[in-house]
C-alpha cells in the first residue's frame, strides 16, 4: 500500500509547505502595505499578492484531490510528476502575480494544462478500474492481446 | 481495494470536473462585465456569479472529505449516489445564485440537507468502526443476532 | 486498513462538523448585522466573523490533508492527537477573532504550531517510507540496532 503512495505523499507535503509560503507572504504583504486583518482590500500590490494566495488556495484542494484519484487508479509516478510540475507552475505564478497582473497568466495556463492532465488520465484510470471491477473487462490487458495478435 | 472506492473516484472527477466549469463561468463573468484581476467587486450580476463560485469552491473539500469518509467507513453506494445529488444541488445553486440571490436558496438548502446525510453516516460508520476496531463489538452483527432471535 | 484510520476518521468528522458550525455563525452574522448575500463587506463585526469563518475554510484542506500524510505515514495516534488540537485552537481561533482582531492572534499562533509539527512527522514518515521502499532500508529499525549495540 505505502509503496504505492509514497511519492504522492512526498509531493502533498511539498504542496503543504508551499501553501505556508504564500499565506506568510499575505502576512509580510499586511505588514509592508499596512493592511491589518479583517480588511482585504488596499493598494494594487497587496490585492495581487492576497489573491495570487486566495486563488492558489482555492486551487489547493483541486490539486491534492485529482492528483490522488490519478495517483491511485491511474499511475503514482505519472501523477507525482505531474504534481511537481504543478506545484512549481504555481510558485510561478504566486511569483508573476506579485509583481504584476499580466505577469500572472503565463503560469496560471501552465498550472491549468498540468490540470487537465491530472484530470484526463485521472478519468482513464477510473474508468478502466470500473470495466474491471463492474463489467469483469481488463482493457489494457485486451488492448495488449489485440496489438500481440496484430 | 479499488473496488471499494471506484465509485468514490468516478463521483471525485465529477466533482472537479464542476468546479472547472465554475472557474471557467467566473473567467467570462470577468470578460462580459469588465472587471479585471485582482478586483473581486463590480456590477452584482458578476458579483453573485464570484460569490457562487467561492462559496463552492469552499464547499468542495469539506464535500470530498465527508464523501470519502463516508463511502470508506460506511458504504460506497451510499455515499457516490449522495455525492452525485450534491453535485446536481451544487450545479443548480450555481445556476440560480447567477440569476438573482434569491434563486441560490432552494438548491443551497437541499445541497446542505445531502451534507448532513453525509455526515450522520460518516459518524455512524467511524462509531461502529470504533466499537469494532477498539471494542471488538461488531454492533451491526449483535443487531443482526437480536433480530434473529426476535 | 480501518484500524490504522478510524481515529483520523473519527477527527475528520469532527472537522467536518466545526466547519459546519463557522458556517452557521456567519448565516447568523449575516442575519444581525444586514449583509445580504453577495456582500462580503458590512460593519467590523461581521467582517470578523466572515474572516474568521474563511481563514479556517481556507486552512481546512490544508490541514485534512496534512493530518492523514501524517497519520498514514507516520502515526495515527499522534495524528488524531495533533488534529484534536488543531480543532481546539480553530474553536478558540473563531471565538477570538469574533470578539476583536487582536483576540485572534494568540489561538492562531498555536494553531499554526500544532500544522507544523504534523508537517515536521509527515516530512519524517514520508522520508522513512520512501528509504524502506525505493532503498530497501529501514532506518528506524538501523538506529534501534545501533543503540541496542551502544
Do not use: H
Not at 487537465?116 to 463492474?134: D, E, N, T
Amino acid at each position: 500500500m505505502l509503496e504505492d503512495t509514497v511519492g504522492l505523499g512526498a509531493v502533498t507535503v511539498l504542496g503543504v509547505l508551499e501553501q505556508a509560503y504564500f499565506s506568510l507572504q499575505v502576512i509580510y504583504a499586511r505588514r509592508k502595505y499596512s493592511v491589518p486583518p479583517p480588511s482585504t482590500t488596499g493598494p494594487p500590490e497587496f490585492e495581487r499578492v492576497f489573491r495570487a494566495q486566495a486563488n492558489c488556495s482555492e486551487y489547493f484542494p483541486i490539486f491534492i484531490t485529482i492528483m490522488w484519484t490519478c495517483g491511485v487508479f491511474f499511475s503514482q509516478g505519472l501523477s507525482s510528476v505531474c504534481g511537481l510540475l504543478y506545484l512549481y507552475g504555481r510558485f510561478r505564478y504566486f511569483q508573476g502575480y506579485s509583481a504584476s497582473a499580466q505577469g500572472r497568466l503565463a503560469p496560471l495556463y501552465f498550472s491549468a494544462k498540468v490540470l487537465w492532465v491530472l484530470i484526463a488520465f485521472s478519468s482513464l484510470g477510473v474508468f478502466l478500474s470500473f470495466c474491471r471491477v463492474y463489467l469483469n473487462v481488463d482493457l489494457l490487458q485486451r488492448l495488449g492481446s489485440a496489438l500481440d495478435l496484430a
